[in-house]
């Protein structure tokens, strides 16, 4: 059964997506911890981070680097913060978290933001990422 992450892969679900390449996908997560949370995920499903390839491990670390740059110049912060938990959605996914304090990578604080300031984030991090 298709996970959630692969419906936003086939553009079945919308997503609001912040870089893309043959391999892998990076886009906002709509529940956030804090503005600009985005995730990385390989298109290939997988469930667990171990069970990736070693070369798809890599080239996720890669994207998500790339992705964390990107994101650190349009979004104000201290530093980029970096989990892997995968126990919502069995599909590969690497947070990125924008972080002003250790209470932003809980998972427990979450901010809510209208449509706009979502288009206007994914926009602004597309904007600052070289892939």
Sequence with gaps: MATVFSKIIT????????????????????NPNAKGHT???PKQ???KLFDLSEEDYIGLMAFSRKVAIGLEKAIECK??????????????HVHLIPLQDMDDMRFQRKVKLD??????TANAIRRKIAI
């Excluded at 449509?115 to 206007?120: A, G, N, Q, Y």
């Design 11 to 30: 553009g079945e679900i919308p997503a609001y997506k912040v870089a893309e390449d043959d391999k892998f996908l990076a886009f906002l997560d709509v």
């Design 79 to 92: 530093r980029v913060g970096v989990a892997v938990v995968g126990l919502e959605v069995p599909h590969v």
């Design 39 to 41: 995730l990385c995920i």
């Design 115 to 120: 449509e706009e300031t979502f288009k206007e």
């Design 45 to 47: 499903e997988t469930n």
